[in-house]
């Protein structure tokens, strides 16, 4: 989006704050996810089953990978499907035999 470091902390602090995003820290202190809460889901009309549940120290390599190209996806306009978008749609699936 073009925003510069103060402003993207100040918006991620903003909504935390209004409870749509929450921050994950890591443990080794390199740095943080921002993860969207059910209200954020809701708020973006996606149901809350698509909300992450946990991030663990195990997952954060892939967690953080799949932010990076999601985000990198969207800003060169391509779709994003994440696993939980794929099971819930009809179109996807498939009768193994």
């Known amino acids: 989006m073009g925003w510069?470091?103060?402003?993207?902390?100040?918006?991620?602090?903003?909504?935390?704050?209004?409870g749509l995003v929450r921050m994950v820290?890591?443990?080794?202190?390199?740095?943080?996810?921002?993860?969207?809460?059910?209200?954020?889901?809701?708020?973006?009309?996606?149901?809350?089953?698509?909300?992450?549940?946990?991030?663990?120290?195990?997952?954060?390599?892939?967690?953080s990978a799949c932010a990076w190209v999601g985000a990198w996806l969207q800003l060169r306009g391509h779709e994003w499907w994440s696993e939980r978008e794929i099971a819930q749609d009809a179109f996807w699936r498939r009768d193994v035999r």
């Open 4 to 18: 510069g470091r103060a402003v993207t902390y100040d918006h991620a602090r903003r909504l935390a704050a209004a």
């Open 25 to 63: 820290s890591m443990t080794r202190g390199d740095g943080s996810l921002v993860v969207v809460t059910a209200a954020g889901a809701a708020r973006a009309r996606y149901p809350a089953s698509f909300v992450l549940r946990s991030v663990a120290p195990s997952s954060w390599a892939h967690t």
